[in-house]
Protein backbone atom coordinates (compact mmCIF):
# COMPACT_ATOMS: atom_id res chain seq x y z
CA UNK A 1 0.00 0.00 0.00
CA UNK A 2 1.26 3.30 -1.41
CA UNK A 3 0.44 6.62 0.45
CA UNK A 4 1.07 9.91 -2.12
CA UNK A 5 2.00 13.20 -0.14
CA UNK A 6 2.78 16.23 -2.71
CA UNK A 7 4.29 19.10 -0.40
CA UNK A 8 4.98 22.15 -1.89
CA UNK A 9 4.57 24.56 1.60
CA UNK A 10 7.32 23.28 3.95
CA UNK A 11 5.71 25.13 7.42
CA UNK A 12 2.93 22.11 6.04
CA UNK A 13 5.46 19.39 4.55
CA UNK A 14 6.69 17.73 8.52
CA UNK A 15 3.36 17.60 9.31
CA UNK A 16 1.96 15.56 6.04
CA UNK A 17 4.89 13.10 5.82
CA UNK A 18 3.67 12.13 10.00
CA UNK A 19 0.24 11.80 9.22
CA UNK A 20 1.21 9.80 6.06
CA UNK A 21 3.08 7.34 8.24
CA UNK A 22 -0.12 6.67 9.75
CA UNK A 23 -2.08 5.77 7.43
CA UNK A 24 0.07 3.74 5.86
CA UNK A 25 -0.13 0.38 7.40
CA UNK A 26 2.47 -0.66 9.20
CA UNK A 27 4.71 -3.00 7.73
CA UNK A 28 3.43 -2.97 4.71
CA UNK A 29 2.69 0.68 3.74
CA UNK A 30 5.24 2.94 2.21
CA UNK A 31 5.17 7.05 1.73
CA UNK A 32 5.96 8.42 -1.86
CA UNK A 33 6.62 12.60 -1.06
CA UNK A 34 5.81 14.03 -4.28
CA UNK A 35 7.75 17.30 -5.05
CA UNK A 36 5.94 19.55 -7.80
CA UNK A 37 8.26 22.19 -9.37
CA UNK A 38 6.61 24.77 -11.59
CA UNK A 39 9.78 26.90 -12.01
CA UNK A 40 12.50 24.90 -13.64
CA UNK A 41 15.31 27.67 -12.11
CA UNK A 42 17.70 27.57 -9.02
CA UNK A 43 15.10 28.98 -7.18
CA UNK A 44 12.62 26.61 -8.07
CA UNK A 45 14.56 24.06 -7.49
CA UNK A 46 15.85 25.17 -4.45
CA UNK A 47 12.28 25.50 -2.63
CA UNK A 48 11.13 21.96 -3.77
CA UNK A 49 14.57 21.26 -2.05
CA UNK A 50 13.73 22.74 0.63
CA UNK A 51 10.12 21.32 1.30
CA UNK A 52 11.49 17.77 0.48
CA UNK A 53 14.47 18.22 3.20
CA UNK A 54 11.87 19.51 6.19
CA UNK A 55 9.39 16.48 5.13
CA UNK A 56 12.69 14.14 5.50
CA UNK A 57 13.65 15.76 8.50
CA UNK A 58 10.36 14.56 10.05
CA UNK A 59 10.36 11.06 8.61
CA UNK A 60 13.71 10.36 10.54
CA UNK A 61 11.62 11.40 13.89
CA UNK A 62 9.12 8.74 12.77
CA UNK A 63 11.26 6.12 12.08
CA UNK A 64 9.71 5.62 8.26
CA UNK A 65 11.11 6.77 5.65
CA UNK A 66 9.70 7.02 2.36
CA UNK A 67 10.79 7.51 -1.26
CA UNK A 68 10.81 10.69 -2.81
CA UNK A 69 9.90 11.47 -6.33
CA UNK A 70 10.67 15.41 -7.56
CA UNK A 71 8.74 16.52 -11.16
CA UNK A 72 8.55 18.85 -13.34
CA UNK A 73 4.85 20.82 -14.61
CA UNK A 74 2.85 23.81 -14.35
CA UNK A 75 -0.33 22.28 -12.99
CA UNK A 76 0.55 20.73 -9.60
CA UNK A 77 -3.12 18.68 -9.79
CA UNK A 78 -2.40 17.15 -13.20
CA UNK A 79 0.94 15.57 -11.52
CA UNK A 80 -0.05 14.60 -8.74
CA UNK A 81 -2.79 12.62 -10.60
CA UNK A 82 -0.32 11.46 -13.33
CA UNK A 83 1.75 10.46 -10.24
CA UNK A 84 -1.02 8.31 -8.38
CA UNK A 85 -1.87 6.48 -11.58
CA UNK A 86 1.63 6.10 -12.61
CA UNK A 87 2.65 4.26 -9.01
CA UNK A 88 -0.60 2.55 -7.50
CA UNK A 89 -0.94 4.91 -4.99
CA UNK A 90 -3.84 3.55 -2.38
CA UNK A 91 -4.08 6.80 -0.59
CA UNK A 92 -3.13 10.89 -1.15
CA UNK A 93 -2.42 13.11 1.77
CA UNK A 94 -2.95 16.73 0.91
CA UNK A 95 -2.40 19.84 2.62
CA UNK A 96 -4.70 22.66 3.18
CA UNK A 97 -3.08 25.90 4.37
CA UNK A 98 -6.34 28.19 3.68
CA UNK A 99 -9.52 27.50 3.31
CA UNK A 100 -10.27 30.74 2.10
CA UNK A 101 -8.25 31.27 -0.59
CA UNK A 102 -9.55 30.56 -4.27
CA UNK A 103 -6.43 29.29 -5.30
CA UNK A 104 -6.14 26.46 -3.45
CA UNK A 105 -10.03 25.31 -3.80
CA UNK A 106 -9.54 24.68 -7.57
CA UNK A 107 -6.58 22.12 -7.57
CA UNK A 108 -7.80 20.41 -4.70
CA UNK A 109 -11.36 19.87 -6.05
CA UNK A 110 -9.15 18.58 -9.48
CA UNK A 111 -7.54 16.12 -7.01
CA UNK A 112 -10.55 14.91 -5.36
CA UNK A 113 -12.78 14.82 -8.01
CA UNK A 114 -10.13 12.73 -10.34
CA UNK A 115 -7.85 10.66 -7.48
CA UNK A 116 -10.41 7.29 -7.66
CA UNK A 117 -8.64 6.60 -4.19
CA UNK A 118 -8.91 7.74 -0.43
CA UNK A 119 -7.78 11.03 0.11
CA UNK A 120 -6.88 12.64 3.55
CA UNK A 121 -7.13 16.15 3.81
CA UNK A 122 -4.97 18.16 6.58
CA UNK A 123 -4.92 22.04 8.13
CA UNK A 124 -2.70 22.67 10.56
CA UNK A 125 -0.89 25.15 11.92
CA UNK A 126 3.13 25.83 11.42
CA UNK A 127 4.92 22.90 13.56
CA UNK A 128 1.99 21.12 13.85
CA UNK A 129 2.91 17.12 15.44
CA UNK A 130 -0.10 14.20 14.51
CA UNK A 131 1.76 13.00 17.35
CA UNK A 132 0.95 15.33 19.83
CA UNK A 133 -2.75 15.85 18.70
CA UNK A 134 -5.18 14.91 21.78
CA UNK A 135 -8.99 16.08 20.16
CA UNK A 136 -9.55 14.99 16.94
CA UNK A 137 -13.02 15.95 14.40
CA UNK A 138 -13.87 12.95 12.58
CA UNK A 139 -16.70 14.10 9.75
CA UNK A 140 -18.50 10.94 8.75
CA UNK A 141 -20.67 10.95 5.54
CA UNK A 142 -22.67 7.69 6.28
CA UNK A 143 -21.10 5.50 4.05
CA UNK A 144 -18.66 2.73 4.90
CA UNK A 145 -16.35 3.04 2.23
CA UNK A 146 -13.73 5.06 4.34
CA UNK A 147 -14.09 2.52 7.56
CA UNK A 148 -10.72 0.65 6.55
CA UNK A 149 -9.30 4.10 6.21
CA UNK A 150 -10.92 5.65 9.27
CA UNK A 151 -10.23 2.77 11.48
CA UNK A 152 -6.64 2.58 10.70
CA UNK A 153 -5.53 6.13 11.47
CA UNK A 154 -7.91 6.62 14.47
CA UNK A 155 -6.65 3.06 15.89
CA UNK A 156 -2.59 4.14 14.78
CA UNK A 157 -3.11 7.71 16.64
CA UNK A 158 -4.26 5.99 19.64
CA UNK A 159 -1.88 3.67 20.05
CA UNK A 160 0.69 6.68 20.28
CA UNK A 161 -1.51 8.43 23.39
CA UNK A 162 -4.67 9.23 24.75
CA UNK A 163 -7.35 11.16 22.56
CA UNK A 164 -10.92 12.50 22.36
CA UNK A 165 -12.05 11.40 19.38
CA UNK A 166 -15.60 13.45 17.92
CA UNK A 167 -17.42 12.01 15.62
CA UNK A 168 -19.51 14.24 13.62
CA UNK A 169 -22.19 13.70 10.96
CA UNK A 170 -24.46 16.33 9.49
CA UNK A 171 -27.91 15.45 8.52
CA UNK A 172 -30.21 17.14 6.58
CA UNK A 173 -33.38 19.37 8.26
Do not use: K, W
Request: hydrophobic residues 45%; aromatic residues 2%.
Amino acid sequence: SLVLVPVANPAQAPALVELATVVAPPGSGDVLLLTVIREPTAAGIERGQEVLRRALLRSADTGRMPQALTVFGDSPADRIIEVRRQHGCQSIVLGLSDLGAERAAGPLEQVLEQARTDVVVLRAPTDYRVSEARRILVPIGGRSAHDELRARLLGALQRTGEREVTFLRVLRT
